[in-house]
């Protein structure tokens, strides 16, 4: 099983609102990844988890707070954002020293 | 600065030719270079490559790893619709374990 999910698919929120972005893997990875993907732009790494441990963190705004419950799970917790983060955001998992990341469907994010 | 650059940028053919897309890098103390492939949502893994496995081969896809010129290639032959999508180069260094650097993508269009 090479599968991340993530959930939601789509998400439309205000300014004002606090919304949470999850990821799950059972590959038994202890990396997991949050990326920003703007339109015709490559991914953007956000933040890395590392043994659930934040390892790193590419200078995010407050707004976006990660957070790693367990080994399978990743969440991603959003408070006043602005309409420029409006983008797909991106989900991965790997082992830990290893390149190959698997990543998820995205959560395709529109902040009005 | 670690960097890469994809090239070209965007590339249209006819089913049935042969494409090669390029991947240049700069990364101090190189692990890895990883191809992907991008159609609507999440990248989906293709090719890890390194200094012990430089060419890679799955089906009509193949991936070539010149360390010398700090480059890859990545051969489509016999191409099919369904490969149309943006396909994206990574490349992970060392230090920067878990951390990996996109180039721009190469936007990949195949007409019947």
């Known amino acids: 099983d090479t599968e991340v999910t993530q959930t939601p698919k789509h998400l439309v929120m205000g300014m004002t609102n606090k919304k949470s972005l999850k990821c799950e893997q059972h590959m038994g990875h202890r990396a997991m990844y949050w990326y920003k993907q703007k339109a015709k732009k490559p991914p953007e790494l956000m933040f890395v988890?590392?043994?659930?441990?934040?390892?790193i963190n590419e200078s995010v705004p407050s707004r976006f707070s990660p957070e790693c419950p367990n080994s399978s799970l990743l969440n991603l917790h959003l408070h006043a954002l602005q309409p420029e983060d409006s983008a797909l955001y991106l989900c991965?998992?790997?082992?830990?020293?290893?390149?190959?990341?698997?990543f998820g469907p995205g959560t395709r994010l529109t902040v009005t | 600065e670690d960097k890469v650059v994809q090239s070209p940028l965007s590339l249209v053919v006819h089913e049935g030719d042969t494409v090669t897309l390029n991947c240049s890098y700069e990364?101090?103390?190189?692990?890895?270079l990883l191809w992907y492939k991008q159609e609507k949502k999440a990248p989906t893994f293709l090719f890890m490559l390194t200094s012990s496995g430089i060419e890679k081969k799955s089906g009509r896809l193949s991936s070539i790893l010149d360390k010398k010129e700090l480059s890859s290639i990545l051969n489509i032959t016999a191409t099919q619709t369904g490969d149309s999508a943006i396909y994206l180069c990574?490349?992970?260094?060392?230090?920067?374990?878990?951390?990996?650097?996109f180039g721009q993508g190469t936007r990949l269009t195949i007409n019947p």
């Open positions: 991965a998992s790997s082992t830990f020293w290893a390149g190959e990341q698997y």
């Open positions: 990364v101090t103390n190189f692990r890895s």
């Open positions: 988890y590392s043994y659930e441990k934040l390892s």
């Open positions: 990574a490349v992970e260094a060392v230090q920067g374990a878990q951390k990996l650097v």
